[in-house]
């Protein structure tokens, strides 16, 4: 066993950010950024000078990174970071944050993700993600992460018995809460009937299953808890937070990730069991993915994710409050903010703040992170339980 | 079993041939070691020279140990399939002419899992056994085949795209006075070649092997001389665009080194047909075919050149036509680079001394017209690169392999 990890006392996050997405957009990955970025510092009451701290992620920045980026916003950090892990790019760049702040390397660390998406950007990008997806996954019909998450899904329906109605039922879900939230890109209702008889992309995946690529971009400031407060400005702490990278490297094909390395070690850290949780924000890329992880966060055992969301409401309202905003798969896609998403929705959720699609009393959330589909399997994973500031 | 394909119908002249397009090109350099294996149809995956582990996809350090001493290595080709899929939607506009494509991932006996083509007659989480072809970029990639053969099986769509097979396609035979011609195009019809065109030089001068090779169905014979650009580009301008596979099989051969001759004449024969000869070739059917690669059933494929296994190093007693063979080799590796875009293939069968009049004086092995031949029909079918046919090929490859200075040495020690 390893040591003990320190605990994150005395760390705040706040000021939720979300700029409403767009299907294509003409602008640029750094415009969407600085539209966060200053949202972000608006509700703080902060200009750019006052922070000194800055992580990023996008897929869509190139040829800069986020040191281009300090240029070309003007920020002068003292700590500076730049996290290229697609899904789990979120909860790790808090995890970093977090860290910084305690030791005192910054004092208040801007987090942002952000990309942009034109006509042509989604075939770009994959044809230049990974040299194992170039090497070995793109030659082989280039159905992108479609096709890898078909294969898993393929293999996770054979395994355990699940059927389409089951991942299906998360989509439908999704979307009722997607319904609630004015700038989700899907606002049309989903019948489980329409998700079965969706297009065909990658048997088993259809059209539902799959996410739309979009532009948008999320973030968030992470600060003391004293430097909260002085400015009154509503926050979240956290309770407990793990990441894992290339986990079980040697199943044939991924039927876990690397939450369920690490997940008791989350609960103990936050001192609560999967009950105590109010709500649940998963990285949905693909229903199957966040079936995956209703079993590794401990909230049912492996091979019981299609029971699970039979019993299980997933609305708002429901028992078991799954991606409030209705998620990547009704929401939208914003590439790296797609490892935002879920996080941003849950310090709005446990400060009070969500509007439309508030659960009721909610004050602890769990936020999981699963990114960078290298070559057969999503790499890295990470999870956050999070928890509304005690007055 | 598979669908067997029908012969393809008749052309519509009003529709345009579709635009030759390949699968995605770019590779790591590690991951080329994937095209040589399938160039010569073999299995070969990086082995960790420290620990023994197999590795996929390649790359420059072993997972296991972090060893960087990776070596390509024939390794067992049994896995299974675990997953599959068939990707109905793509960006990919070679793929978007393709779909539905059936995709797996195998976990191989030896370790790794590979994402994969599946071959249509592979059962649901059957037993396979995989092959690396190339595909239409020339580059190899995996795909997971039944165990056992099944009826009409390289009629599988997927498979006929790695494949150069004859089966359904026009082929020309250059020289029908050479003496392999008519085991050659003998095999190209049992192959399932459905026209055979074979060039005839100064056909006013009777060819011996003339009865033969009209014995076989389908053959036309028509003039080629491919020392004569001017009957090149008139054939070209008449067969080129129904040429599907074009097999060279001039060639001008006299023994006897640099010293054994005193002036230039047998090898300006030599270079001019096997290697201007084959330039002139290249230049006028080379067009032709590579704007066919995409066009249905009996799109052009391959090219196919039959090389001396001396072109890899001199053979003193055949010095001067070694010597044309190495130029030809040179320019046949210029042609891949050309036709890269297209995807049409070069094949090239290295053949050691050949059992023919001209290699009379030579002891065994001598590689019989049938075993050529059939050789030659082999690499098509398997969509290969490289054909090593007979036992002295397959020695001079694998001595240039392991070493070409001292093969060169050997080739080159005291003759009596
Ligand atoms: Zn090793």
Known sequence: MSRTRLGYEGVAIVSPATIPYQRFSI???????????????????????EIDGFAVSSFTLFPDTAVGLTQHLG?????????????????????????????GDADIVACVAGDTNHIDSFRNLLSSFSRFSQDAAYPYGFGGPNANFALLMDRYMKDYGATREDFGRICVAQRQNALRNPNALMKKPLTLQQYLDARPISDPIALFDCVMPCAGSEAFLVMTVEEAQR???????????IERHNAYADDPVQFRGGWAMDIDELYHMADCAPSDIDLLQTYDDYPVISMMQFEDLGFCDKGEGSRFVQDRDLTIEGDFPHNTSGGQLSAGQAGAAGGYIGLVEAIRQVTAAAGPTQVPDASRAMVSGFGVINYDRGVCSGA???????? | MSEPIAPPGKKNPQRRTDVPQTPPQQRSRAALGLAAAAAEGRFMLQVCGDCGAVQYPPRDACSRCLSINLQWQDVSPGGR??????????????????????????????GPSVICHVHGDVGDGADVRMAIKLDRAGQGVMMALPVKETPFMEDDPRLREMSCTPRHRRVLVTDARNPNAPAIVSALAAAGAEKIFVGLSEDWRPNRHNDDIMAVPGVEMLPLDVT????????????????????NNARYVRPGGLMARNDTVFAQNEMDVNYLGLMRLAQAFGPAMCARTADGTNAAVAWVNILSAYAISNSPDYGCFSASNAAALSLS??????????????????????????HQELPPPK??????????????????????????????????????????????????
Not at chain 1, 35 to 46: F, H, W
Not at chain 1, 384 to 391: L, Q, R, S, W
Not at chain 2, 375 to 384: A, E, I
Request: aromatic letters at 6%; hydrophobic letters at 45%.
């Open chain 2, 367 to 416: 590689v019989p017209a049938n075993t050529l031949a059939r050789s030659l029909v082999q690499g098509l079918v398997d969509g290969l690169e490289d054909v090593y046919c007979g036992d002295v090929a397959k020695d001079m490859i694998e001595r240039f392999r392991a070493s070409p200075k001292i093969q060169e040495r050997e080739m080159t020690g005291f003759r009596s």
């Open chain 2, 333 to 358: 590796q210029n042609m891949r680079a050309d036709f890269r875009t297209s995807g049409l293939r070069v094949l090239n069968v290295f053949v050691g001394p050949t059992d023919d009049d001209w």
């Open chain 2, 228 to 247: 004569d650009s001017k009957s090149v580009e008139e054939l070209a301008a008449e067969l080129g665009g129904k040429t599907d596979i074009l097999v």
């Open chain 1, 384 to 391: 956050a339980i999070i928890e509304g500031a005690k007055a």
């Open chain 1, 231 to 241: 400015r009154d400005l509503p926050f979240a702490v956290i309770a407990g937070t």
């Open chain 1, 27 to 49: 602008e640029t990955a750094h415009w969407w950024i600085a539209r966060a970025l200053k949202e972000s510092l608006d509700q703080a009451g902060l200009g750019p000078a």
């Open chain 1, 75 to 103: 920020l002068c950090p003292r700590w500076l970071d730049h996290i290229p892990m697609g899904g789990a790019s979120g909860i790790v760049a808090l995890r970093r944050a977090a860290r910084a702040v305690q030791a």
């Open chain 2, 81 to 110: 399939l675990v997953a599959e899929t068939r990707v109905r939607a793509t960006t990919d506009l070679y793929f978007r002419k393709q779909m539905p494509v059936r995709v797996g991932t195998v976990k191989l006996d030896v």
